[in-house]
């Protein structure tokens, strides 16, 4: 899957004031990315707001989004959950053309024992139509896949790779010495994927690349020193992203920056006046 390495970008879902999908800014978004030299988009990640979207709308994301890339990039479509069936049964509805592969988080809430994570996904990928690329975040989903675990699920022919967001180098470490050579080690951390590419990663699935797609470009694909100098630039606006959770500072960002609106969806609520003057200020230094 060479066409899924370096720079995906876990797209954001734009909304016009009343929350409906504002369809114009996420054609912008689109374009925008692409001009940036994103490597492929990741529709209805975490970051797209997934959990606040209905099943109609998420279609019609996808479709809309599978339109105007045109084939210009490959997408990746986020399916997921901590319901295996209602998993299965998303993949049994969900017309995979278009579609390069999928993304599914870990389940969440259940915790489950590693054991029942190798059932979930072995299931998962029974199923599925297209490649599917594991999700690690820890901090969302309150377990962790562990090294044995992807290890062992790396062994599935339909399973070609992991976003791993532990932020435990020495995790992705062991996973880079042990993984099959055509697993996607792929980080799901903005400023340590220069060091996860330094030990042997294929790149990263973004929340701040939405704002800086070129950013990403040269720390995903110039050289060792001119990815970290790229990284240096993130240090301070980085932290801010998820200081109100994402993606209501990527949004922020984005609206400073002219690409589209910064309407998120309740739960969430859009940056508070403090976040939004400290990633003002922090943009410029970008």
């Not at 932290?239 to 969430?268: F, I, T």
């Given at each position: ?134 999700y690690n975040v820890p901090g969302r989903t309150m377990s962790n896949l562990t090294a044995d675990t992807i290890i062992t699920l790396a062994a599935h022919d339909n399973i070609i ?126």
């Amino acid at each position: 899957m060479k066409n899924l390495k370096g720079t995906g970008v876990a797209m954001v879902t734009p909304f016009n004031e009343d929350y409906s999908i504002n369809y114009v800014e996420a054609e912008q978004l689109i374009n925008h990315l692409i001009k940036g030299g994103a490597d492929y988009l990741v529709i209805q990640g975490t970051t797209g707001e997934t959990a606040t979207l209905t099943k109609e709308e998420k279609r019609s994301v996808l479709k809309h989004a599978i339109e105007v890339t045109a084939n210009r990039l490959p997408i990746v479509y986020g399916i997921g959950g901590n319901n295996t069936q209602a998993v299965l049964d998303e993949i049994k509805d969900t017309d995979f053309k278009g579609i390069s592969a999928i993304l599914s988080v870990s389940p969440y809430y259940n915790k489950p024992s590693q054991d029942g994570i190798i059932a979930h996904f072995t299931a998962i990928a029974d199923a599925s139509p297209v490649p599917v690329i594991l999700y690690n975040v820890p901090g969302r989903t309150m377990s962790n896949l562990t090294a044995d675990t992807i290890i062992t699920l790396a062994a599935h022919d339909n399973i070609i790779g992991i976003k791993e967001a532990s932020g435990n180098l020495e995790q992705c470490m062991s996973i880079a010495a042990q993984r099959p050579d055509s697993f996607l080690l792929i980080s799901g951390d903005d400023l340590l994927t220069t060091s996860m590419i330094a030990i042997g990663a294929d790149g990263v699935i973004s929340v701040l690349a939405n704002a800086y797609p070129d950013i990403f470009k040269t720390i995903c694909h110039g050289s060792i020193e001119e990815s970290k100098e790229a990284t240096f630039r993130l240090l301070e606006i980085n932290p801010l992203m998820y200081a109100e959770s994402n993606p209501v500072g990527v949004k922020n960002l984005l609206m400073h920056l002219g690409v589209c609106g910064d309407q998120v969806r309740l739960p969430l609520l859009r940056a508070s006046k403090e976040l939004d003057q400290k990633i003002n200020a922090a943009m410029e230094k970008v």
